[in-house]
């Protein structure tokens, strides 16, 4: 079975970075689209970044386009989440997510099938 383990979180200025990591096992990494969610509270979770099986193509919520970026390093079986220039409402708890199906679309549309626990982000003003 998949496991999607995040790590990475923590408490940041506004304006600093973080980068989260999830660590995928159980399957084969390679034949998975991933991609980040977040939650804050009160409010429904929302699509961030999704990347390809080969790190090729991403996409990205016009929330966060050019400041975050999503990679992955298949020989490590992990998706990054790089965070620059945080901001106070990007404050919310981070899930990995895989798509058994390799596709990009279905992960931006409503997420694939495996989730991680979460890690928390707060960015303080």
């Known amino acids: 079975q998949v496991q999607l383990v995040e790590s990475g979180g923590g408490l940041v200025q506004a304006g600093g970075s973080l980068r989260l990591s999830c660590a995928f096992s159980?399957?084969?990494?390679?034949?998975?689209?991933m991609g980040w969610f977040r939650q804050a509270p009160g409010k429904e979770r929302e699509f961030v970044a999704a990347?390809?099986?080969?790190?090729?193509?991403?996409v990205y919520a016009d929330s966060v386009k050019g400041r975050f970026a999503i990679s992955r390093d298949n020989n490590k079986n992990t998706v990054y989440l790089q965070m620059n220039s945080l901001k106070p409402e990007d404050t919310a708890v981070y899930y990995c997510?895989?798509?058994?199906?390799?596709?990009?679309?279905?992960?931006?549309?409503?997420?694939?099938?495996?989730w991680g626990q979460g890690t928390q982000v707060t960015v303080s003003s």
């Open positions: 159980g399957r084969t990494f390679s034949n998975y689209a």
């Open positions: 990347i390809s099986r080969s790190g090729g193509s991403t």
């Open positions: 997510n895989a798509d058994p199906g390799g596709s990009i679309a279905i992960i931006t549309k409503r997420g694939g099938a495996y």
